[in-house]
């Protein structure tokens, strides 16, 4: 253990030379990534100088039991010895779980994109619910929300909604809630009592910046047309409303949410270099997905990954078989336990695949 930890130290002190090197820094693109490798090992060489000092103080009270004479000493050096041996234990497993190689893009920001599926204007609601959820969540964990574009259902909710959540480490979290997402309740249209199935499906998508992806200007069709959003004056009077489309990939992003067509240039640009950058990051989470039996972060998006029955008021996530009974909690923000369950789950697959 000790040996690989330092050679992670040697490589934590080249980066540390490296990014203060002045061809570094004038290397912005490069510079970028170093820090980026730089933050995510300080938590480990954090844990080595701890693992370290652990391992010098059981050299100490072993040496102590061997030379000492006086019993009253000896026992002392024995029971220190017995806590620092089950402290060990305890930091091993804690450190073999950040060697693992963790996902590159955990780190960054999320576009989120929710859409209503099979229910009809139930599933809207639901889809807003779902927003809502994600708004009140990223609120308590002190992210930004920002949204980029929406088609609002005809009685409430939306049919789609897109928005950035800005906050580190935003992807890491909520890319555990790619997948479908059903709900089971009372619409208030019926009249009869039924509990009525409806869904809604969630993208989360790393954020990628332009370092990430390059997009050649000649590659992209701008469209500008009026906003038919909330806006004021400004809505049908102004083309601030942006539609990118990419020739190569065919993708096409909107954005009508600011009544400034630069800024709403820029987030269309955003959502654009996630969704490129997400075809060839799709390609990696395969890869991984081929070498373990499930991958609990993302999976299918065809896949229904969670229930929330109102009559129940029952919350159940299907990759992990949990169910809790707090769904107006979950539903009001509340979703951590769910995703601190799923993040253990996926970290005892990698610790198996890392044995193996």
Known sequence: MLEKLEAIKKRYDELTEQMNDPKVTGDMKRYIRLNRDFKELSPIIEAYHRYRNLIANMAHAKELLKTEKDEEMREMAREELETLTGKRDEMEEEIRLMLIPADPQDIKNAVVEIRAGTGGDEASLFAGDL?????????????????????????????????????EGAYGQLKYESGVHRVQRVPDTETQGRVHTSAATVAVLPEADEFDVEIKPADIRKDTFCSSGPGGQSVNTTYSAIRLTHIPSGIVVTCQDEKSQLKNFDKAMKVLRSRLFELEYSKYLD??????????????????????????????????????YNLPAIIDGDIQSLIDALQLAENAERLKAAVR
């Open 287 to 324: 890869e991984i997905a081929k070498k373990r039996k499930t991958m609990v972060s993302t999976g299918d998006r065809s896949a229904k990954i969670r229930t929330y029955n109102w009559p129940q008021s029952r919350v159940t996530d299907h990759r992990i078989n949990l169910t809790l």
């Open 131 to 167: 927003y809502r959820m994600y708004s009140r969540y990223s609120e308590d964990r002190r992210w930004k929300v920002e949204l980029v574009d929406c088609t609002e259902g005809t009685v409430g909710g939306f049919k789609e909604i897109i928005f950035d959540v800005t906050g």
